[in-house]
Nanobody
Framework: AVKLVESGGGSVQTGGSLRLSCAIT????????MGWFRQGPGNQREGVAV???????TYADSVQGRFTVSRDKAKTTLYLQMNMLKPEDTAVYYC?????????????????WGQGTQVTVSS
């Protein structure tokens, strides 16, 4: 079974930074779509930053230029560096993975998900 475990969430003030990590175990294929998604209070789940084909990244317009997604060489850990955080970034952040031929921030129905980690940004 594929397992994903997020860590690194917390509370910061506007303009602060956080770095999230996602440890992935199990039968992971190199072609899997992998990335970060979030769900804020009263909002639908949305894609934040996703890696397609282990190479190409897509970002939500709202985080472009502030967030960076990366993947370690062993392809077992995902990272999300978040800078210049805003209150609207407050959400539970999830890492996810699975097969998706059209992989991107629109891939909100991937089959494997972590438990999530809370990010709170105060004004």
């Amino acid at each position: 079974a594929v397992k994903l475990v997020e860590s690194g969430g917390g509370s910061v003030q506007t303009g602060g930074s956080l770095r999230l990590s996602c440890a992935i175990t199990g039968d992971i294929d190199a072609s899997y779509c992998m990335g970060w998604f979030r769900q804020g209070p009263g909002n639908q789940r949305e894609g934040v930053a996703v890696i397609a084909h282990s190479t190409y990244t897509t970002y939500a317009d709202s985080v472009q230029g502030r967030f960076t997604v990366s993947r370690d060489k062993a392809k077992t850990t995902l990272y999300l560096q978040m800078n210049m955080l805003k209150p609207e970034d407050t959400a539970v952040y999830y890492c996810a993975a699975g097969r998706d031929n059209l992989c991107g921030v629109w891939s909100v129905d991937l089959p494997y998900w972590g438990q999530g980690t809370q990010v709170t940004v105060s004004s």
